[in-house]
């Protein structure tokens, strides 16, 4: 009776080790990895965010004639500059900000509408100042 008992301990342990986990039970199909993403649906989209560290547009794309046009446009929009009398010369090297103005703070705030259009190029001062503080 025991070698009987025996047997049959062996035979399951035999029949189940085969198995082993992750085997398919009998009757059942074999599993396959699921899919990533549901029947029928796409992955969803996911937008970058923007670069930081990307250099910003170069001024050199804008020709030298839009530059000029919108330093002077921006000095005519400029309520400081109203009274103002300046004008900017721009080439692919430089460019040049002449005129009269009335104070120091005028002449610092044309100077810097012209550096922002500067990109690589030069900003020339040559603004006179009315009145010296």
């Known amino acids: 009776m025991k070698q009987i008992l025996c047997g049959l301990v062996l035979l ?3 029949a ?11 009757g ?4 396959s990895t699921p899919p990533t993403f549901p029947e029928g649906q796409q992955s969803p ?3 970058m965010p923007p670069d930081q560290r990307a250099p910003a547009p170069t001024p050199e794309a804008t020709s030298s004639e839009q530059i000029q046009q919108q330093i002077t446009q921006q000095f005519g929009n400029e309520p400081t500059l109203a009274s103002a009398n300046l004008r900017a010369e721009v080439d692919e090297a430089s ?3 002449a005129g009269a103005v009335d104070t120091a703070e005028q002449r610092d705030l044309a100077l810097s509408i ?4 500067a990109g690589d ?6 603004i006179k100042v009315k009145q010296q503080t």
Do not use: C, E, Y
Not at 16 to 26: L, S, T, V
Not at 28 to 31: G, V
Not at 114 to 117: G, I, Q, W, Y
């Open 12 to 14: 399951a342990a035999t």
């Open 16 to 26: 189940f080790g085969q198995m082993g986990p992750g085997q398919p039970q009998p």
């Open 28 to 31: 059942q199909p074999p599993q």
């Open 45 to 47: 989209r996911q937008t």
């Open 95 to 97: 460019i040049v900000v």
């Open 114 to 117: 012209a550096k922002s259009h």
């Open 121 to 126: 190029r030069n900003v020339v001062d040559k």
